[in-house]
């Protein structure tokens, strides 16, 4: 099967192209904006064949936009001199295939995320979300602190358990009388999934 495994397309947008053997070696390229277009062969963007006879490695094509055309084409990558990149076999037979773009995130619309610090943040907190996480321990101390305070890293020593661990402080209740007080604390231990 003639397949597209590369491609190099400014405007980055979804595109149709219509592949197809001519000469029994070399392929013909033709892009399309539409399925429409593609399908009846109308308002043809650009087109171009093959450089090389078509070969397991690939064979480049560079494009020339048709008169028709409204979008001026260009590479996406200058460093690369391809349109697209065909692969298969002289005893292909046309075939259509739909090539997205580069990138496909929806917009952004909320303007909480149209602040730059804001979409750091987001963005970190997104990667975050993937490479760690959490572990929260419930712990009673049998004295008061009067010093903690939230954000606080602490070190939880264990000689029984031969653990020493580095926690954040995320919670903190006082309870007891006016003659003794006792803290309860809740930690956050980072853990790594890559490790």
């Known amino acids: 099967m003639l397949e597209i495994n590369n491609w190099n397309l400014n405007p980055n947008r979804e595109w149709f192209v219509k592949l197809e053997i001519v000469d029994t070696t070399k392929v013909k390229v033709s892009l399309f904006l539409t399925l429409n277009d593609a399908q009846s062969l109308t308002n043809t963007i650009a087109i171009g064949t093959s450089e090389e006879d078509i070969s397991s490695s690939g064979t480049a094509v560079i494009l020339t936009a ?30 259509l295939h739909q090539v997205k773009p580069f990138v496909d995130l929806p917009e952004i619309a909320d303007s909480m995320y149209k602040d730059a610090t804001l979409v750091h943040r987001k963005a970190a907190m997104e990667i975050n979300k993937h490479t760690h996480t959490s572990i929260f321990r419930d712990l009673k101390i049998a004295k008061h602190y009067p010093n903690l305070v939230l954000g606080n890293v602490i070190q939880l020593n264990s000689s029984r358990l031969s653990e020493n661990k580095t926690t954040v402080l995320e919670e903190r209740t006082i309870s007891g009388n006016k003659n003794f007080l006792v803290d309860s604390i809740i930690t956050r231990e980072y853990i790594d999934f890559i490790r």
């Open 66 to 95: 048709e008169d028709v055309g409204i979008f001026p084409i260009f590479y996406f990558n200058d460093q690369e001199e391809f349109h697209l990149k065909i692969i298969g076999t002289s005893s292909d037979s046309s075939i």
